[in-house]
Each structure stands twice: as structure tokens, then as C-alpha cells.
């Protein structure tokens, strides 16, 4: 049971950072590979907020948030604005080295020492019904569902939602029904950005924060293949899957099955049926 | 016997039949069009031949084969060459390298011998090149040769588009609206060539066509065909005066 | 402005496109060949090295700039290389054998992941490939009874018919013959069938499908060739270290192959040496700037990789074209002197077509 729910937890880090990625590539089909990066940032800055200048956990939390949330923003309006249209491989190595230069900076920034900040919910455990949880597991779950659902709501039932997802599909047919596409991407990243430090500040307390973090990100990846690359519940669920079945390996399996199992899992997927579980591709009318 | 024979040709995509219950022949040298209104499942019926989709249900015979189950990029092999409504050229290359590509149904040599390139390899790509240039020549495409796809306009991208179907020396020819976006006098020298390609080369033809015109002067037989289905078969006269087929462009009472 | 005369079709086929090529390279080679005669030890040793990353430069070259197919784990194929080599020689193969078959096996390594990755368009193939490169690291790390985990293998010098090649400009002369020949052989693919084929599966799958070219088994061949090239690399890279273990081929090494492919410009022979020497380069400058830089920059550990990653952002942004790009540009410069035009290469404004419909 105790797998169970540290699986579960580690997936929704898993999925939240997967949730990043389709969401940027959802609208601008740009495959984020500094995602994890991102999510390492985002505990950085929260770690600066919390940790050395002392602010309230909830307070930090919303400012780190928001300040990547500006970065994200930032970073499309100066780097990103200007790879659309370029072959799809040329934007990945773009992302990539993205991400290699944040984990520079952050260890320019904060040093290469791991560290941690307390939050309400450090070693705190709870009793559901006689099983023992860590608030810290519980409190990843809970976190990732209320995002989800918040998100759900703002792209199903709000305008700015809908334009997100015609800018992706036709930009320049969205340009010309007068949505404001740069505007809307550079938001995406925004959020996505935001939803990265989420995942970062959730995971702060069970792994520690340093500049290698985002190396999770590519298992993220892994999660958003099995959910289906481009469907927004399919990255939360891969990544519960990837999640449960990484401890479950940790568990059962002979060592370093642990580590190679969520790109197993993404290998055999891509395999059986590419398109995960809730297909986004199809082909094209000729 | 028939050079090619649908028989009860159906594809259902989840609700919608898209084509359902089309059977036709089409005998060695005639030039056979499809018409029908937008939505009428006439590239669907190429993309069944071309092996594209796979039927629901139904069967298709070319040259005394069945060719149902043929995996698409064998039914150049077998002598079947297409042309596509939004002209899929190879952007990135020139004329004579699209050109070059449709000989592939052709390679004879092998990879060890192209690693090499042995002497057989190399007079192998010198019987390709004049094949190919004996095309350009058929369709005036000379000056065009070492341009990039992406440079050329519309008109000559779709001669392209046919110049490549035939490089590959096919026994029937699936023309998918040559006329379309071309203007009265490319229009014309389209009918000459589709005129030249039956007489000279010897290639049948299925056409899917809009334009009553093209498809009035160049055609032996036409089919017409609505809401997937079989409308009216005949020459283009027979068809054109058919009152089922004029309701169904023109409306009629319910 | 040099006009080509063309008389026949063999003008057309072959690779020396005319005299002034043919006196260029024979150049080129001369000077290659001599380099030992000037280039003291150490620096010889750099410049095989130079002609190894050019070698496996080539190799995912083919793959991403002719078939267009990103792959982001080849270092996976260099390290099966290398340890397929060390490990037959160590079983008593002669280097002349064991090199080829360690870029047969390697080629058959890039064939089987090519099976899955074949249904994958372009963004899953590269997580694909990531996704494989991190599953040999670690077959690499555990299988110990043949690959001696951590421990790694001893790797001699190249041995011809008795005679050990010790000396570093013997191996350089070795590596660059290898170069020489590879580069042929992927020129003379790509002005045959095969290499058409596989340009035309990058630009538009379903008419070359109805042209009669086998998409899957086409992209296979793609990935055996790339595999097979970059396991030759591999290989010597084995030699040049004289020690292999699973950490020679980390996520650095993956990365300065991308580095290659970026800044020697994609799609050309060229390009692949331009960036091999670029990133040969590369330490050199590192080594002098953390002279420079304060120690705050100059001791993290993640500055190599940053550095590259800015030089591949600034890369892509302002020059997509590479270096190669470059030199077109200048070469077209001096050559329509002075009808040059600043416009000549100006993309047009590009707008995102979405992937999803393929």
C-alpha cells in the first residue's frame, strides 16, 4: 500500500511536468525538453522566497509561481517566438540547450549543494482508515488534482482556452480570425512555466532540490507518450502509471530495473500503440 | 478482360460510408472519369486503388491480379501511378530529382552496388535519366529541370505532378483533378496531354474531374457518383443528360 | 561567374561537378595527409579525434539531414561500436576484422530500434532514441560479465597484421583513411536510388509511397546506415582513449553530435566536418575563457554543457544554416560579385504548419 502511494505521489510529479509539455505543445508544438529544468527553477526560486528570505510557505509559493510564470512569458516573447516554422528538430536541440544552459545558471546561482526548505507539510504523516501516509505524498496528490481540474475548466469554458487550442491547429488561419496568436503563446508558456514550479514546490519536501533535478523531466516524457502526447488527463494518468510501476520495479525487480523502467514502458507503448491512451495524431487527407 | 475492376467497393469510416457499393470496369486505353459533386467519394476511391485505405468491403482487380491486400508502395511495382489532388511534390528537391524518385519502382541495382558505385550502378542511373528526360520532353518541361519544387508555380507543379506519375512507366494512370487551379490554356494543353498519354504511351486512364469541359472532350466513359454512391455510367453525353445526375448538382424538388 | 557546360548525363551523376573541385580537394587531401609532418604530438592526437567526431557527424547527419529523422541517443551506437570492437579484439579478432563487424552489429543495433521507431513521427522518434540511449547505458553498466560494468576495458592500439599503430600520427592516418572512405560511400548513396528515396520520405511520406518506395524498410536503412557509421566512430574512439567504460558515452557526447549537426549546418557533407572541427575546437577556447571568467562561473560543473547550449540557441536563432550556411553565403557572395543582394537568403516569414496531420 505504502508503494502504492509513493508511486501515486511520484507520478503526480511526473504528470504535472508532463502536463507542461503538452500543454506548450498543444498549442505551439514545440516539445519543451528544458520542462524539468523549468520545474528545477521553480523550486529554486521558491527556495529563495521560503528558504533564505523567510517568506510564509503559501506566500513563497505564490510568488515563485508567479515569477516563473513571467519568466515563461519572457521566454517565448525573446527566444521562442522566433524558431516557429523552423524544422521540428531544430526547435527541439533549441529546447535542449535551453535546458543545459538553466542548469548552468542555477548552478551559478545557488551552488551545487542539494537543500531544502520546510513546509507545513515535512514529516508530517497522516492515518487514512489505519494506513500510514506522508502528508508530503498526500499533499503531491491532492495538489495535482486541484490543478488539473483547474485547468480543465479554463480550457474547456473560457475563450482564452479555445484560441489556445486554434492557434495550434492553423496558425495562421487563427491569425487571421483576429486572435492575438503571440500574445496567447507566449501565455501558454506562462502557464506552463507555472505549473512547473507547482510540481517543484510539491517535491521539495521528499527529494532534495538541486541543480540535476530536472534530469526527472524525461521520465515526464515518458508520461506524456503513454497518455498520449497532446491530451492534457493522459499526462496525468501516464504518469501515475509510470509512477506506480517504477516502485513496483524498485520493489520487485533486480537493480537498475528501477531507472530503466518508465523508458521501457514508453518504448513498448510506442511500439503497441503509438498514439497512448487517448490518441491526438491523425493522418493526413490527401 | 477488363485492364481494372472494382467490385463492390465499400469504406465505412466509423458512421459515414464514404464509398458504398461502387463496381466499375475500365478496359485497356480508355480515359474513365469520376464525377461528382464535393464529398462524393472520389479520392476515396483513389486512395483504395493507390492502397492507401484499406476497403470495408469489396475487392479490387487490376491486370487479372487481385490487389486487395497489396501493401501500397507495391502497387507502383504492379504498374498503377497517381497523381494527388494538393500536388505532394517533394518540396526540397528539383524536377528532375521528383522525377528521378518515380524511376524508384524501377531500381534494379542493389545497395552494396550503389555503396560502390560500381559501373553497373552508374549506367543504371544513366537509363533512369533518359527515361525520365524522354517525359520532360513529352510534357515541355525542359527549362524547369533544375529548379526547386518550392520556386515553381502552380501550373507547372501540377505538370510535375503527372510528369513523376508517369516516370514510373504505369499501365494505368490515376489522374486526381489536373485541371484544377490551372487556367484556360494550361487547361487545354492538359487535354492534349491526357490526349498523348492514351494514344502514344498507351497508358489507361482514370480521372476524377470538375471541369464538364476537360472532362466532355477527353473522356470514353464517365461515372458519376454522389453521397458515395453510383449515380449514372455512360459516355459523357449519357451521363451529363442523365436527370439523376442533374438533380443531384442542381437540386431538385424533394 | 562559372557557367557549366554540360555535354552529358555523367555531368550530371558524377561527384567532381568540375576542375575546380578536383584541384580544391586534391589540395585538401595533400594537406591533411602532411599534417603529421608539422603538428607536433598533442596535437595530432586532437585532430584524430576531429576526425572521429566527423566520422560519427556523418552518421547521424544522414539521419536527420537527409532522412529527417531526429535522433537525440547516438551516442547509444557509439558506445555499441566501440564496445563490440574492444571486446572481439580482446577475444583474439584481428583489428581488420573486428572494425567492420563492430559497424555490422552496430548497423543491426539501428535497425532494431528502427522497428518501433518507424511508426513514430519525428518528435516521438527523438524521445525514442533518448529513451534507447539510456537503456544500453544501463545494459552497459549491468551486464558486467561481458562489459566489465565500471570497471571497463582496456583498449590497445589498432593492430595491422602484427604491426601495432602506437604512434598518434599512424592513428590519425588511420582514422582519416576511414573518413575518406566513409564519406564516399555516403555520397555515392546519396546519388543513388537509396539516398533518393530516403529524401523523399522526409518530405512527403504518402507520394512516396505511391512512387513504390517501401517507407518502412527505407527508414530502416536509414537508421542502419547512420547506426553503422557512427559504430566505425565508436570503434576508434575505443582506441584513441585506449579505455572504455559506460560513462565514455554520456548525454555530453550525444550533445556535442547535436552541437556538430547544428553548427556544421544540416543536410551536407560539409557541414558535418565544419562542426567536427568547430566542437574539436571547442575544449581549447573552454580551457582559456575559465582562465578568465570569475570562479564563480568557471567551477560549475554544468558550464560545458551551458556553453553549448548557448552556442546551439545562438546557432539556431541567427544562423540555422550553420557554418556551411556561412560559407555558402560568402562563396555566393564573391561568385555574383557585386549582384550579391543582403535578400538572397532571407526566409520568408514561416508559419507553423501543424504536425498532426501527417
Same mark, same amino acid.
Given at each position: 500500500? @505504502?508503494?502504492?502511494?509513493?508511486?501515486?505521489?511520484?507520478?503526480?510529479?511526473?504528470?504535472?511536468?508532463?502536463?507542461?509539455?503538452?500543454?506548450?505543445?498543444?498549442?505551439?508544438?514545440?516539445?519543451?525538453?528544458?520542462?524539468?529544468?523549468?520545474?528545477?527553477?521553480?523550486?529554486?526560486?521558491?527556495?529563495?522566497? &521560503?528558504?533564505?528570505?523567510?517568506?510564509?510557505?503559501?506566500?513563497?509559493?505564490?510568488?515563485?509561481?508567479?515569477?516563473?510564470?513571467?519568466?515563461?512569458?519572457?521566454?517565448?516573447?525573446? $527566444?521562442?517566438?522566433?524558431?516557429?516554422? @523552423?524544422?521540428?528538430?531544430?526547435?527541439?536541440?533549441?529546447?535542449?540547450?535551453?535546458?543545459?544552459?538553466?542548469?548552468?545558471?542555477?548552478?551559478?546561482?545557488?551552488?551545487?549543494?542539494?537543500?531544502?526548505?520546510?513546509? *507545513?507539510?515535512?514529516? @508530517?504523516?497522516?492515518?487514512?482508515?489505519?494506513?500510514?501516509?506522508?502528508?508530503?505524498?498526500?499533499?503531491?496528490?491532492?495538489?495535482?488534482?486541484?490543478?488539473?481540474?483547474?485547468?480543465?475548466?479554463?480550457?474547456?469554458?473560457?475563450?482564452?482556452?479555445?484560441?489556445?487550442?486554434?492557434?495550434?491547429?492553423?496558425?495562421?488561419?487563427?491569425?487571421?480570425?483576429?486572435?492575438? $496568436?503571440?500574445?496567447?503563446?507566449?501565455?501558454?508558456?506562462?502557464?506552463?512555466?507555472? /505549473?512547473?514550479? =507547482?510540481?517543484?514546490?510539491?517535491?521539495?519536501?521528499?527529494?532534495?532540490?538541486?541543480?540535476?533535478?530536472?534530469?526527472?523531466?524525461?521520465?515526464?516524457?515518458?508520461?506524456?507518450?503513454?497518455?498520449?502526447?497532446? %491530451?492534457?488527463?493522459?499526462?496525468?494518468?501516464?504518469?501515475?502509471?509510470?509512477?506506480?510501476?517504477?516502485?513496483?520495479?524498485?520493489?520487485?525487480?533486480?537493480?537498475?530495473?528501477?531507472?530503466?523502467?518508465?523508458?521501457?514502458?514508453?518504448?513498448?507503448?510506442?511500439?503497441?500503440?503509438?498514439?497512448?491512451?487517448?490518441?491526438? &495524431?491523425?493522418?493526413?487527407?490527401? | 478482360?477488363?485492364?481494372?475492376?472494382?467490385?463492390?467497393?465499400?469504406?465505412?469510416?466509423?458512421?459515414?460510408?464514404?464509398?458504398?457499393?461502387?463496381?466499375?470496369?475500365?478496359?485497356?486505353?480508355?480515359?474513365?472519369?469520376?464525377?461528382?459533386?464535393?464529398?462524393?467519394?472520389?479520392?476515396?476511391?483513389?486512395?483504395?486503388?493507390?492502397?492507401?485505405?484499406?476497403?470495408?468491403?469489396? %475487392?479490387?482487380?487490376?491486370?487479372?491480379?487481385?490487389?486487395?491486400?497489396?501493401?501500397?508502395? /507495391?502497387?507502383?511495382?504492379?504498374?498503377?501511378?497517381?497523381?494527388?489532388?494538393? &500536388?505532394?511534390?517533394?518540396?526540397?528537391?528539383?524536377?528532375?530529382?521528383?522525377?528521378?524518385?518515380?524511376?524508384?519502382?524501377?531500381?534494379?541495382?542493389?545497395?552494396?552496388?550503389?555503396?560502390?558505385?560500381?559501373?553497373?550502378?552508374?549506367?543504371?542511373?544513366?537509363?533512369?535519366?533518359?527515361?525520365?528526360?524522354?517525359?520532360?520532353?513529352?510534357?515541355?518541361?525542359?527549362?524547369?529541370?533544375?529548379?526547386?519544387?518550392?520556386?515553381?508555380?502552380?501550373?507547372?507543379?501540377?505538370?510535375?505532378?503527372?510528369?513523376?506519375?508517369?516516370?514510373?512507366? *504505369? !499501365?494505368?494512370?490515376?489522374?486526381?483533378?489536373?485541371?484544377?487551379?490551372?487556367?484556360?490554356?494550361?487547361?487545354?494543353?492538359?487535354?492534349?496531354?491526357?490526349?498523348?498519354?492514351?494514344?502514344?504511351?498507351?497508358?489507361?486512364?482514370?480521372?476524377?474531374?470538375?471541369?464538364?469541359?476537360?472532362?466532355?472532350?477527353?473522356?470514353?466513359?464517365?461515372?458519376?457518383?454522389?453521397?458515395?454512391?453510383?449515380?449514372?455510367?455512360?459516355?459523357?453525353?449519357?451521363?451529363?443528360?442523365?436527370?439523376?445526375?442533374?438533380?443531384?448538382?442542381?437540386?431538385?424538388?424533394? | 561567374?562559372?557557367?557549366?557546360?554540360?555535354?552529358?548525363?555523367?555531368?550530371?551523376?558524377?561527384?567532381?561537378?568540375?576542375?575546380?573541385?578536383?584541384?580544391?580537394?586534391?589540395?585538401?587531401?595533400?594537406?591533411?595527409?602532411?599534417?603529421?609532418?608539422?603538428?607536433?604530438?598533442?596535437?595530432?592526437?586532437?585532430?584524430?579525434?576531429?576526425?572521429?567526431?566527423?566520422?560519427?557527424?556523418?552518421?547521424?547527419?544522414?539521419?536527420?539531414?537527409?532522412?529527417?529523422?531526429? %535522433?537525440?541517443?547516438?551516442?547509444?551506437?557509439?558506445?555499441?561500436?566501440?564496445?563490440?570492437?574492444?571486446?572481439?579484439?580482446?577475444?583474439?579478432?584481428?583489428?581488420? &576484422?573486428?572494425?567492420?563487424?563492430?559497424?555490422? =552489429?552496430?548497423?543491426?543495433?539501428?535497425?532494431?530500434?528502427?522497428?518501433?521507431?518507424?511508426?513514430?513521427?519525428?518528435?516521438?522518434?527523438?524521445?525514442?532514441?533518448?529513451?534507447?540511449?539510456?537503456?544500453?547505458?544501463?545494459?552497459?553498466?549491468?551486464? +558486467?560479465?561481458?562489459?566489465?560494468?565500471? @570497471?571497463?576495458?582496456?583498449?590497445?592500439?589498432?593492430?595491422?597484421?602484427?604491426?601495432?599503430?602506437?604512434?598518434?600520427?599512424?592513428?590519425?592516418?588511420?582514422?582519416?583513411?576511414?573518413?575518406?572512405?566513409?564519406?564516399?560511400?555516403?555520397?555515392?548513396?546519396?546519388?543513388?536510388?537509396?539516398?533518393?528515396?530516403? /529524401?523523399?520520405?522526409?518530405?512527403? +511520406?504518402?507520394?512516396?509511397?505511391?512512387?513504390?518506395?517501401?517507407?518502412?524498410?527505407?527508414?530502416?536503412?536509414?537508421?542502419?546506415?547512420?547506426?553503422?557509421?557512427?559504430?566505425?566512430?565508436?570503434?576508434?574512439?575505443?582506441?584513441?582513449?585506449?579505455?572504455?567504460?559506460?560513462?565514455?558515452?554520456?548525454?555530453?557526447?550525444? $550533445?556535442?553530435?547535436?552541437?556538430?549537426?547544428? =553548427?556544421?549546418?544540416?543536410?551536407?557533407?560539409?557541414?558535418?566536418?565544419?562542426?567536427?572541427?568547430?566542437?574539436?575546437?571547442?575544449?581549447?577556447?573552454?580551457?582559456?575563457?575559465?582562465?578568465?571568467?570569475?570562479?564563480?562561473?568557471?567551477?560549475?560543473?554544468?558550464?560545458?554543457?551551458?556553453?553549448?547550449?548557448?552556442?546551439?540557441?545562438?546557432?539556431?536563432?541567427?544562423?540555422?544554416?550553420?557554418?556551411?550556411?556561412?560559407?555558402?553565403?560568402? !562563396?555566393?557572395?564573391?561568385?555574383?560579385?557585386?549582384?550579391?543582394?543582403?535578400?538572397?537568403?532571407?526566409?520568408?516569414?514561416?508559419?507553423?504548419?501543424?504536425?498532426?496531420?501527417?
Amino acid at each position: 500500500m @505504502q508503494i502504492l502511494v509513493s508511486g501515486i505521489a511520484q507520478g503526480c510529479v511526473y504528470g504535472l511536468i508532463a502536463l507542461g509539455f503538452v500543454l506548450i505543445y498543444k498549442a505551439t508544438e514545440i516539445v519543451n525538453f528544458a520542462q524539468g529544468d523549468m520545474m528545477m527553477l521553480g523550486a529554486f526560486t521558491a527556495l529563495s522566497f &521560503i528558504g533564505f528570505l523567510g517568506v510564509d510557505y503559501w506566500l513563497g509559493f505564490f510568488f515563485a509561481i508567479l515569477c516563473m510564470a513571467v519568466f515563461g512569458y519572457l521566454l517565448d516573447k525573446i $527566444v521562442l517566438r522566433y524558431v516557429i516554422g @523552423q524544422p521540428q528538430f531544430a526547435i527541439v536541440i533549441l529546447t535542449i540547450s535551453l535546458g543545459f544552459i538553466f542548469r548552468a545558471l542555477a548552478g551559478i546561482f545557488w551552488g551545487h549543494e542539494p537543500s531544502s526548505f520546510n513546509t *507545513p507539510f515535512t514529516n @508530517q504523516i497522516v492515518n487514512l482508515g489505519g494506513v500510514i501516509i506522508a502528508q508530503e505524498a498526500l499533499s503531491i496528490i491532492i495538489g495535482t488534482v486541484l490543478l488539473a481540474v483547474l485547468l480543465y475548466i479554463f480550457f474547456t469554458h473560457t475563450k482564452l482556452g479555445v484560441a489556445m487550442q486554434a492557434s495550434s491547429q492553423n496558425q495562421l488561419a487563427a491569425y487571421y480570425m483576429g486572435i492575438p $496568436v503571440k500574445v496567447i503563446f507566449s501565455l501558454i508558456w506562462a502557464i506552463s512555466a507555472g /505549473v512547473s514550479t =507547482v510540481a517543484g514546490v510539491l517535491l521539495s519536501p521528499i527529494s532534495l532540490i538541486d541543480a540535476e533535478m530536472g534530469f526527472m523531466g524525461i521520465k515526464a516524457f515518458a508520461a506524456a507518450v503513454v497518455g498520449g502526447f497532446g %491530451s492534457l488527463p493522459g499526462a496525468l494518468l501516464g504518469g501515475a502509471i509510470i509512477g506506480i510501476s517504477e516502485q513496483l520495479a524498485g520493489a520487485y525487480l533486480p537493480a537498475g530495473f528501477k531507472q530503466i523502467t518508465a523508458f521501457v514502458i514508453m518504448l513498448a507503448v510506442l511500439t503497441i500503440r503509438p498514439e497512448g491512451l487517448f490518441a491526438q &495524431i491523425q493522418r493526413k487527407k490527401v | 478482360m477488363s485492364l481494372f475492376r472494382a467490385d463492390n467497393l465499400a469504406i465505412h469510416f466509423g458512421g459515414i460510408k464514404a464509398v458504398d457499393g461502387v463496381s466499375f470496369e475500365v478496359e485497356k486505353g480508355e480515359v474513365f472519369t469520376l464525377v461528382g459533386p464535393n464529398g462524393a467519394g472520389k479520392t476515396t476511391i483513389f486512395n483504395l486503388i493507390s492502397r492507401i485505405y484499406d476497403p470495408t468491403h469489396g %475487392s479490387l482487380h487490376f491486370d487479372g491480379h487481385e490487389i486487395t491486400q497489396v501493401p501500397p508502395h /507495391v502497387i507502383a511495382k504492379l504498374g498503377i501511378a497517381r497523381t494527388f489532388q494538393n &500536388i505532394e511534390l517533394f518540396e526540397h528537391a528539383s524536377v528532375l530529382q521528383n522525377l528521378l524518385i518515380g524511376r524508384h519502382a524501377h531500381r534494379q541495382s542493389h545497395f552494396l552496388g550503389e555503396l560502390f558505385f560500381t559501373k553497373a550502378t552508374r549506367s543504371m542511373e544513366q537509363a533512369h535519366r533518359e527515361k525520365a528526360e524522354e517525359i520532360i520532353e513529352l510534357l515541355d518541361l525542359a527549362h524547369y529541370r533544375e529548379q526547386m519544387i518550392a520556386n515553381l508555380p502552380y501550373g507547372v507543379r501540377k505538370v510535375v505532378e503527372v510528369a513523376r506519375a508517369l516516370c514510373t512507366e *504505369p !499501365k494505368l494512370l490515376l489522374l486526381d483533378e489536373p485541371a484544377s487551379g490551372l487556367n484556360v490554356e494550361e487547361t487545354e494543353d492538359m487535354a492534349f496531354w491526357i490526349d498523348d498519354i492514351k494514344n502514344d504511351l498507351g497508358v489507361t486512364i482514370i480521372m476524377v474531374e470538375h471541369d464538364m469541359s476537360l472532362v466532355s472532350e477527353v473522356s470514353d466513359r464517365v461515372l458519376a457518383l454522389n453521397d458515395g454512391r453510383m449515380l449514372s455510367m455512360g459516355t459523357p453525353s449519357e451521363v451529363q443528360s442523365d436527370p439523376e445526375v442533374i438533380r443531384a448538382y442542381l437540386g431538385g424538388d424533394a | 561567374m562559372r557557367i557549366l557546360f554540360k555535354t552529358s548525363y555523367n555531368d550530371d551523376i558524377r561527384l567532381m561537378k568540375h576542375g575546380g573541385y578536383l584541384f580544391w580537394y586534391a589540395l585538401l587531401l595533400i594537406a591533411a595527409f602532411s599534417a603529421p609532418l608539422v603538428l607536433d604530438d598533442f596535437y595530432i592526437g586532437e585532430l584524430a579525434l576531429v576526425v572521429i567526431f566527423a566520422i560519427a557527424g556523418l552518421g547521424l547527419m544522414v539521419l536527420v539531414g537527409y532522412s529527417g529523422q531526429v %535522433s537525440l541517443g547516438h551516442a547509444a551506437f557509439l558506445a555499441i561500436g566501440a564496445y563490440t570492437n574492444a571486446l572481439l579484439i580482446q577475444a583474439g579478432t584481428p583489428f581488420l &576484422i573486428a572494425f567492420p563487424v563492430a559497424g555490422v =552489429v552496430t548497423a543491426l543495433s539501428g535497425a532494431l530500434i528502427s522497428l518501433p521507431a518507424n511508426r513514430m513521427t519525428g518528435l516521438y522518434l527523438a524521445i525514442a532514441t533518448l529513451a534507447f540511449a539510456i537503456i544500453v547505458e544501463q545494459i552497459l553498466v549491468r551486464w +558486467e560479465s561481458v562489459t566489465g560494468g565500471f @570497471q571497463g576495458v582496456a583498449v590497445d592500439a589498432p593492430d595491422l597484421f602484427g604491426y601495432q599503430l602506437w604512434n598518434p600520427w599512424e592513428f590519425y592516418l588511420l582514422c582519416l583513411v576511414v573518413l575518406i572512405l566513409v564519406i564516399l560511400g555516403v555520397l555515392n548513396i546519396l546519388r543513388s536510388p537509396t539516398g533518393r528515396a530516403m /529524401v523523399a520520405i522526409r518530405d512527403s +511520406e504518402v507520394s512516396a509511397q505511391s512512387m513504390g518506395v517501401n517507407i518502412a524498410k527505407y527508414k530502416t536503412v536509414a537508421f542502419s546506415i547512420s547506426a553503422g557509421i557512427t559504430g566505425l566512430a565508436g570503434a576508434l574512439m575505443g582506441h584513441k582513449f585506449n579505455y572504455l567504460s559506460p560513462d565514455t558515452f554520456n548525454i555530453i557526447i550525444s $550533445v556535442q553530435l547535436l552541437l556538430m549537426v547544428v =553548427v556544421g549546418g544540416l543536410g551536407s557533407v560539409h557541414g558535418a566536418i565544419y562542426g567536427a572541427i568547430f566542437v574539436g575546437a571547442l575544449p581549447q577556447f573552454l580551457a582559456l575563457a575559465r582562465d578568465i571568467l570569475p570562479p564563480a562561473i568557471a567551477q560549475t560543473p554544468g558550464l560545458e554543457p551551458g556553453i553549448f547550449g548557448l552556442i546551439m540557441v545562438l546557432f539556431i536563432l541567427f544562423e540555422p544554416l550553420g557554418l556551411y550556411g556561412r560559407w555558402r553565403k560568402i !562563396k555566393l557572395y564573391f561568385d555574383i560579385f557585386p549582384l550579391y543582394r543582403k535578400a538572397t537568403f532571407k526566409r520568408q516569414k514561416a508559419y507553423l504548419k501543424t504536425e498532426r496531420m501527417k
